[in-house]
């Protein structure tokens, strides 16, 4: 079945520098890629997603890239903030049936 | 829109009773979704139901889950009888049909002592 890969599972930068968390994912057939932050506390939150006839995305301080040949995809965040200290969370669709796999969590330190 | 809710937002009971956690998805919403989320096992899809019919359910753990979504902004999932092992933090998501995105709940963290 589809399965989705996640690293690293912990990562800490510095204030002010970048990041970057990669997943890879197994089903050719996902289309759908979106990126989860949760809080300590609180459910997971969408903070941005990918689709598969794009190559990358950005929001401001966040992007993210989408390699469809290689299956993996990347979250990047750059001049990172406390406020980003958070697990976050990849995930792919399986079949295009709504359900999503996700991946197994970074968790993010923002070191001050 | 309050989002999705969820209720209680804490559980704590004890080994061999009953517990019935509660969602209302955001409206007009057709799919809902319940996750638990632990260290161990990160998050798992238990079920998820799609304008208010059971699609999959091979994520319940056994028959002591059960699942129930009587109209389109209720939902419940039910343990009974309840085990330590089941202390997890359990979400609730939904999404619509014209858009993948699912929209998770506060969650309640339920401890079965």
């Known amino acids: 079945g589809e399965n989705v890969e996640q690293h690293p599972s912990t990562l800490s930068v510095q204030e002010g520098d970048s990041a970057v968390i990669k997943c890879t994912y197994s089903?050719?057939?996902?289309?759908?890629f979106p990126w989860y932050k949760q809080e300590l506390g609180k459910g997971p939150q969408l903070i941005i997603d990918?689709?598969?006839n794009v190559g990358e995305k950005k929001d401001q301080r966040i992007a993210v890239t989408l390699n469809k040949t290689a299956k993996h995809f990347s979250l990047h965040i750059t001049e990172t903030q406390p406020e980003d200290s958070a697990v976050y969370f990849c995930?792919?669709?399986?079949?295009?049936?709504?359900?999503?796999?996700w991946g197994a969590g970074t968790k993010l330190i923002i070191k001050p | 829109d309050a989002g999705v809710i969820q209720s209680p937002r804490h559980e704590v009971t004890e080994m061999g009773q009953e517990v019935t956690l509660r969602c209302k998805p955001i409206?007009?919403?057709?799919?809902l979704f319940w996750y638990r989320q632990t260290m161990m096992r990160g998050l798992e899809l238990l079920i998820y139901f799609n304008n208010n019919v059971p699609i999959d359910d091979s994520g319940m753990p056994e028959d002591r889950f059960s699942a129930k979504m009587p109209n389109a902004s209720f939902s419940t999932l039910k343990i009974q009888p309840s085990e330590p092992r089941d202390s997890a933090v359990y979400f609730c998501?939904?999404?619509?049909?014209?858009?993948?995105?699912?929209?998770f709940g506060p969650g309640t963290r339920l401890t079965v002592l």
């Open positions: 998501a939904s999404g619509g049909a014209s858009t993948d995105t699912q929209y």
């Open positions: 409206s007009g919403h057709d799919y």
């Open positions: 990918i689709r598969s």
């Open positions: 089903d050719s057939a996902s289309n759908y």
């Open positions: 995930a792919a669709d399986m079949d295009s049936n709504y359900q999503l796999i």
